[in-house]
């Protein structure tokens, strides 16, 4: 079975398409509006903590589980002799297809602005509410990227997932370095950045804490299987710790940094960071004509292009999840199975296209449900998929790996590639966190978000 599932060819290939994974969306366009939404710094302090104290261990795990079975999330579990546990994987699987199928409407969106930005139509930024309830428009261009998507990952993992990774991860990078500088020459600069990077702890509550622990999974890939599926075709030579932190700091890393762009643009504009979904959308194309008809042009339309690379980078590891488990376990061919999941998540996402102003019902939909603050379907979607499956995804894998695969097993495999793993503070720190405080914290924040949610009781 291995021989034809595919492996990655190196380390720096499994690294990229995972690093690739992480970076998209999530970092450029949803952290700067959840950071807008949370209050500013208090939110990027929690989003740090839990990435690198929380999230960076039960990747390893992760990982760990994908090397040691080469296996689908929910095949991982049973070959571990856990056929129960494969629940777990199914969820995930399920988690995964969600979140494509809205995150699929927010590059066609991307990918829809660099012909905009092509065409020096800088003006798309006031129009923006028009722009994504153009259904036939932005559905189009989301088609394309769900074809494209497909294309990649049909092409399996050596020559289509890890090549793509390799030549846009890099190009990214440098034209987002570009534009940090350029937004700080910007005036108001300052202020954007004293509301990123000065925390003010008043603004903390349970919300703002459930959603930057969200947002970490989520920037992450993590909790869904994504990264087991990814650890299935990682080789027995790989050092996962070491990956994991490269991956991790990457994610972070380019996640800071567009911050870092972001928020000395939208004051620079006086925009207010509270824009929502459509802050990076909204803030950016102004910024753009500043610098001219033609520099203006052509950094707009390559920052989109790159943005809508970003994306794509995820949107293959998304799809790469549903595909490993029809692949695996229902013995489908893997190009018969790209192409199903891919036209059956498209069309899932179908209501959250509409959900931006085309269809009244969709834009509004909790209303209907009798909410008196309606919320969107397409964000209603996000909240369930990243800000709860996620976590709770990441507190089983965490609870599966410390007590019922155990800690002795997890370490074994880690040590694969990973000399003087056993008996290092490294270890002691990641059974830490897996054992006690991965379970412990994200237990309390599930707590008290059913006791609010559902029960009206609000403790903090
Ligand atoms: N991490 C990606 C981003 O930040 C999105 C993503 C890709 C993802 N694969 C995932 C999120 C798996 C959760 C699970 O844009």
Do not use: H
């Amino acid at each position: 079975m291995s021989a034809q599932r595919g492996e990655f060819g190196s380390r720096l290939g499994f690294v990229l398409a995972a690093a690739g994974s992480a970076v998209g969306l999530g970092n450029i366009w949803k952290f700067p509006y959840e950071v807008g939404n949370g209050g500013g710094a208090a939110f990027v302090v929690l989003y740090l903590f839990f990435c690198f104290l929380l999230c960076f261990p039960v990747m390893v795990a992760e990982i760990s589980i994908g090397r040691k079975t080469n296996r689908n999330p929910a095949g991982a579990f049973e070959a571990l002799g856990y056929k129960k546990w494969s629940i777990v994987g199914k969820l995930g699987i399920f988690c995964g297809v969600l979140i494509l199928s809205y995150y699929n409407v927010v590059a066609g969106w991307a990918f829809g602005y660099f012909f905009e930005m092509v065409s020096g139509n800088f003006a798309i930024a006031e129009n923006f509410g028009a722009y994504v309830s153009d259904v036939t428009k932005v559905g189009l261009y989301g088609l394309i990227f769900m074809s494209v998507t497909a294309f990649i990952v049909s092409g399996g993992v050596q020559q289509g997932i890890e090549k793509a990774a390799k030549i846009l991860m890099p190009s990214l990078l440098t034209i987002i370095f570009f534009l940090v500088i350029y937004a700080m020459t910007l005036p108001n600069a300052m202020e954007g950045l004293k509301f990123y990077l000065v925390p003010d702890f008043s603004k903390m509550n349970l919300q703002v804490i459930y959603g930057a622990l969200g947002q970490a999974f989520f920037s992450l890939s993590l909790g869904m299987g994504a990264l087991i599926t990814y650890g299935s075709y990682v080789s027995k030579k790989e050092n996962i710790v070491q990956s994991a932190a490269l991956i991790t700091l990457t994610d972070v890393g380019i996640a800071v940094v567009a911050g870092l762009m972001i928020f000395p643009f939208v004051f620079y504009q006086g925009l207010g960071p509270q824009q929502g979904p459509g802050l990076v959308f909204v803030a950016l194309p102004g910024v753009f004509e500043t610098l001219g008809p033609v520099l203006g042009v052509v950094i707009g339309s390559l920052f989109f292009m790159l943005l809508s690379f970003a994306a794509l980078t995820s949107t293959v590891s998304l799809l790469e999840v549903p595909v490993s488990y029809l692949v695996d376990e229902k013995n489908m061919a893997r190009k018969k199975a790209v192409w199903l999941t891919a036209g059956v998540i498209f069309l899932v996402g179908i209501p959250s296209l509409l959900a931006n102003g085309a269809s009244d019902f969709f834009s509004q939909f909790t209303g209907f449900l009798g909410s008196d603050t309606p919320t969107d379907f397409m964000t209603l979607v996000g909240y369930i998929a990243n800000d709860s499956f996620l976590p709770l995804g990441g507190l089983l894998i965490s609870v599966f790996a410390a007590y019922i695969w155990k800690k002795e097993n997890l370490s074994k495999e880690i040590s694969i590639g990973y000399e003087g793993y056993e008996g290092s503070f490294v270890q002691t720190f990641i059974n830490f966190v897996i054992s006690y405080l991965a379970p412990v914290v994200l237990g309390i924040v599930a707590l008290l978000t059913i006791l609010n949610r559902f029960l009206g009781i609000t403790l903090i």
